[in-house]
């Protein structure tokens, strides 16, 4: 194996920005999109996903396969303005709720 392996890529520790995280609900670090595994205050430690699937609140017009962005509060057209990349929806949105794979 080589000597520079260190992970995955699939999660890893942050620090937490400014106002902190929550568990599982999604922040941008940077470029990338990040749903923390635990909540932490600003400047502490936290391990992030970079990947995965989540259940997450969305638009209910949303279809599967949709590219999505995270708004803040929920999952919104891939069109919306002042909202941050996410990924792609594996499920519909019509109960409030969808599947949504992270693509960074």
Excluded: R
């Amino acid at each position: 194996m080589a000597k520079n392996y260190v992970s995955t890529g699939s999660q890893h520790t942050f620090l937490a920005p400014a106002g902190g995280v929550t568990s599982g609900k999604p922040i941008k670090i940077g470029a990338l999109t990040v749903v923390p595994l635990e909540s932490a205050a600003e400047g502490e430690e936290f391990s992030g996903a970079l990947g995965g699937v989540w259940l997450l609140p969305c638009d209910t017009a949303l279809a599967v396969g949709a590219a999505v962005k995270w708004d803040g509060t929920k999952l919104v057209a891939d069109t919306t303005k002042d909202a941050d990349d996410f990924g792609k929806l594996l499920s519909g949105g019509a109960s409030g709720y969808a599947e949504a794979l992270i693509v960074q």
